[in-house]
């Protein structure tokens, strides 16, 4: 909630938690410039000095005293909310798919040709946005768990989101990562969506008796 008193110079008084700046931050994996530079880009102060826009992040995160504009775009930048930078308890997370649908749909389709392109493929399903959305939320992931430069490029032309973007934590499948070595065949790496599939590709103890190693990586 935002904080109306008014200190002895006569201007508002307005802060936020600096320990949860802090952590959404890093949750975030920004450096303190690089959020800072975004925060003023929104406050339409993008030829401030680098000096100056990281000074100024260093005080918010220090003191937690910015102005509620300030925090309105921190917490748009940080994809929360002024309430939950203040110190709130955490609302239920959005889901990834939502967050990729919602950014789909803000996304002019007669102005982005791979968009317009990639619809195509999904135009016979009840909610075609919706599908689309669900694809690239479990590429990105895998992308992600993977480091695939090359589809991490390709899902930032569709997404309109930054490298910097994609690379914020998400969950949608739970990708296990499987490596299998044996006599018979050479060393094997494979990227598996979830616990069903894993299951279904050989059965636990096939995979023990093959010397398999499995490990949970989301």
């Known amino acids: 909630m935002e904080n109306d008193k008014v200190q002895s110079g006569g201007r508002p008084s307005f802060g936020v938690d600096?320990?949860?700046?802090?952590?959404m931050r890093k949750a975030a994996r920004l450096t303190q410039l690089g959020l800072a530079e975004r925060v003023y880009g929104r406050l339409g102060k993008p030829t401030a000095s680098l000096n100056v826009m990281k000074r100024?992040?260093?005080?918010?995160?220090?003191?937690?005293?910015?102005?509620?504009?300030?925090?309105?775009?921190?917490?748009?930048?940080?994809?929360?909310t002024?309430?939950?930078?203040?110190?709130?308890?955490?609302?239920?997370?959005?889901n990834t798919v939502d967050q990729v649908e919602i950014r789909l749909r803000g996304i002019a389709v007669g102005d982005a040709?791979?968009?317009?392109?990639?619809l195509k493929g999904f135009l016979d399903k009840e909610n075609p946005i919706r599908a689309l959305a669900m694809s690239v939320a479990s590429r990105l992931e895998a992308a992600q768990l993977s480091q695939d430069q090359a589809e991490l490029s390709k899902l930032a032309a569709l997404t309109e989101w930054t490298m910097e973007d994609l690379q914020r934590p998400i969950g949608v499948h739970g990708?296990?990562?499987?490596?299998?070595?044996?006599?018979?065949?050479?060393?094997?790496?494979?990227?598996?969506?979830?616990?069903?599939?894993?299951?279904?590709?050989?059965?636990?103890k096939a995979l023990w008796r093959d010397r398999a190693g499995v490990s949970r990586i989301a």
């Open 18 to 23: 600096p320990a949860r700046l802090r952590m």
């Open 113 to 118: 040709p791979l968009l317009e392109s990639a």
């Open 175 to 204: 990708h296990w990562l499987l490596i299998r070595t044996g006599p018979l065949g050479p060393y094997k790496t494979e990227l598996l969506h979830g616990v069903s599939e894993l299951l279904c590709k050989r059965g636990l």
């Open 82 to 94: 002024v309430a939950m930078l203040q110190g709130a308890a955490p609302d239920v997370p959005v």
């Open 56 to 80: 100024s992040y260093q005080r918010w995160e220090r003191s937690g005293a910015m102005t509620p504009e300030t925090a309105k775009h921190l917490a748009a930048e940080l994809r929360t």
